[in-house]
């Protein structure tokens, strides 16, 4: 029975309860949301990014009617910013008519993505020894077949300059390339070798591919925290600050504004190459056009995400603070101020309006995290009293990290707390009072990631049912988002995710609706409602199927699933203790037991147990299990 209380008020409900969390994880920027097309533009890739990376990947040389060359990635003096540190030579030997030598991009995928009849925009910086240097430009699908008619342009001089021109695409294409091709003899430079599709998401230049910015911007978000994640989670790395312009691999918003040729291209934590042409200026424009508060998230300096190491060096914690206070200057300064100045520069005169900053991400050293947390908060309300400045509560739902971070987080009455959690479907199911006991009187809470593990209907329903739980404590959980947002098929570090993409189609996973479902109906008010009686715990509920407890050590009895091969007992004394599996070691096995393969895996918080097969795939699983206390 439910008894909804509809003269009682609940707690308002914030209209940027639920927003997204974008971070650059599987390809999300380049290869993904940023409309760029051309791989490895300013050839800047390299083992560092990557061990099979290299200068020259996604290019590869070309010749026709003739001619021959050779091409070199150069980093000398003669480089066009000293920021883009690679560019690329071509000694050319094409004097023949009809001949041309030069090199082809396969994009990413199975390659360039083109539509009959759309207008895709070309631009490269060139430089020539030859007093004039042909260049033809021209798109072909991967058998060599045009796909648009030449583009003509000829480099004239030895000064760095930049030519652009149209393509209009013949024919539509998902394997397309694009070849760039110089003619008559001598050498020619080429960088910044870029394509972008004209129709971007509000033909933004610079801008966004629109299929994957429509989706995100059907969400209606009430916030877009960005860039990361681990992204952001690298301060203490050596190669922080390498001299020797070695990739740094923090992630420093400086270094993503301005003309996209003078940004450093730079090691990703996910193990890529990111060119940072999808900067915070982008950001901040995309959060203004889906109408979404910007949450940026700087790193603290600490490491996380599998590493435990804090910088000392009070020098670089003084820039990074200092970096801070530019960033909310170039968001929200005026335009006489230095970095107002800059951002309307780039378009925006306006302020950004950001009202809300992260420092730090699943910092895994409590102390060490929050010391160096204290002083960049001290030093943005002082110059910044309005910006709420949030905190995070390391990278799980439980533990000592996270009871030690909320303990230092309590005390020194930090306004909001960001937690992080990926969990089974279970967990979320059994979890839904989370936060009905959280201290009202203590900092608010952020869930700036969460997510069920899977992208299937089972794991979309448990995060729904997940999410009325938020929205109940409306009064203490302010914020929450899903992650990670995008995925790229075919370069994937982390799943489930809730937008996946190719070259030329996106799609929504069953998380994705059960988002726009929350976010597009939110309410003003939670309405008071009680129910009297609890559901049984029973049906699909796993992985697989399967049962998990977490510290709380919920037990249960007889927990069965049938299966297509009859039903199996996998417990019929499951309590959450880690001993009473054996062999119970490692993080998880597989075994064929009573017809059926169970996995069990403990460590000192988690004990789960769960059973599946892949002939199984096909079916609903059923979990059924008594509660040993009814
Ligand atoms: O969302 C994927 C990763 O999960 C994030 O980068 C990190 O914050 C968390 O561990």
Redesign the pocket.
Known sequence: TMTVETSGAGPEIADTMYGI?Y?D?NFAADGGLYAELVRNRSFEFGPVDNPSYTPMTAWTTAATGGASGSAEVVNDAGRLHENNRNYLRLDVDADRRGSAYGLTNSGYNTGIAVERGERYDFSVWARTDAGETPLVITLHDDSGSLTSRPLRRIVRGDGWARYTGTLTATRTSATGRLTVSAQGTGTVSLDMVSLFPRDTFKGRKNGLRKDLAEKIAALEPGFLRFP????V?TGSHEAYEAPDWERRRSYQWKDTIGPVHERPANAN?WGYNQTLGLGYYEYFLFAEDIGATPVPVVPALVT??GENRATDDPELLRRHIQDTLDLIEFANGPVTSEWGAVRAEMGHPEPFGLTHLAVG??ENLPDEFFERFERFRAAIEAEYPDITVISNSG?DDTGAVFDRAWELNRQAGVDMVDE?Y?NDPAWFLENNDRYDSYDRQGPAVFV??Y?SRGNRFRNALAEAAYMTGLERNADIVRMASY??LLANVDHVQ?EPDLIWFDNDSSWGSANYEVQKLFMTNVGDRVVPSTASSTPQVSGPIGGAVGLSTWRTAVAYDDVRVTTPEGEVLLSDDFAGDAGQWSPLTGSGSWAVEDGAYVQRDVNAENTMVTAGSADWSDYDLEVTATKRDG
């Open positions: 969390f971070e994880i990361g994640g681990c992204l989670n934590f996380g995400c991400n699943e990278p992080h990926y700036g990631e997510a992650a990670p982390w």
